[in-house]
């Protein structure tokens, strides 16, 4: 299994962004994957989470309507796009594939990550 | 959202001393609770899910424990490699949400 995210990015407030998260060595289809913030010197924070086969999203009510979570299942990737990018978007993003564990309920985790995508916002 | 607080922030120890890192959630959360290490400049990694499962391919001295509101992840006996920050995650409810996290540090 492996998640290859997009490079690094330099932009400006206002400009529209689209980074990737490429999936292999497993069916892409049937699991969940995740995207996560985290900003210079903080912690992680759960932006939301996409089912590639249907493209069911979840959203943190914090980040929903400030970004974008897509799939594209032909070419095995998932994405994050911000229309009109600020300052405090600056982060590192990471993306992550989702799996389970069954009681009587689902417990999900995050197994797989990919290496993180540095954002940068700057006028 | 649960709020889930995690502490400590930060700590030093030494190699081979025993580590307990702890989580408070802000209700009930069955035992859906992961923890993930993360070192500088790296992914987080999955250590333990479902409250007390380890991870394949993760030390055994690695564990977690507890259920309801109070988790506890511990090292039994600190190595090198295990000075990172420590993060829990609730799957519980959405939104998913981390502790603030734990930095282990060298004393």
């Known amino acids: 299994v492996q998640l290859v995210q997009s490079g690094a990015e330099v932009k400006k407030p206002g400009e529209s962004l689209k980074i990737s998260c490429k999936a292999s060595?497993?069916?892409?289809?049937?699991?969940?994957i995740g995207w996560v913030r985290q900003m210079p010197g903080k912690g992680l924070e759960w932006m939301g989470s996409i089912y590639p086969d249907d493209s069911g999203t979840k959203y943190n009510p914090s980040f929903q309507g400030q970004v974008t979570i897509s799939a594209d299942k032909s070419i095995n990737t998932a994405y994050l796009r911000w229309s009109n990018l600020r300052a405090s978007d600056t982060a590192m993003y990471f993306c992550?594939?989702?799996?389970?564990?069954?009681?009587?309920?689902?417990?999900?985790?995050?197994?797989?990550w990919g290496q993180g995508t540095l954002v940068t916002v700057s006028s | 959202a649960i709020q889930m607080t995690q502490f400590p922030s930060s700590l030093s120890a030494s190699v081979g001393d025993r580590v307990t890192i702890s989580c408070r959630a802000s209700?009930?959360?069955?035992?859906?609770l992961g923890w993930y290490q993360q070192k500088p400049g790296k992914a987080p990694k999955i250590l333990i899910y479902?409250?007390?499962s380890l991870q394949s391919g993760v030390p055994s001295r690695f564990s977690g424990s507890g259920s309801g509101t109070e988790f506890t992840l511990t090292i039994s006996s600190l190595q090198p490699e295990d000075f990172a920050s420590y993060y829990c995650?609730?799957?519980?409810?959405?939104?998913?949400?981390f502790g603030q996290g734990t930095k282990v540090e060298l004393k």
């Open positions: 209700q009930g959360i069955r035992n859906e």
């Open positions: 060595g497993y069916s892409f289809t049937n699991k969940w």
């Open positions: 479902a409250t007390s």
């Open positions: 995650l609730q799957d519980y409810e959405f939104p998913w949400t």
């Open positions: 992550a594939r989702l799996t389970w564990a069954t009681n009587t309920y689902y417990i999900y985790y995050f197994d797989y």
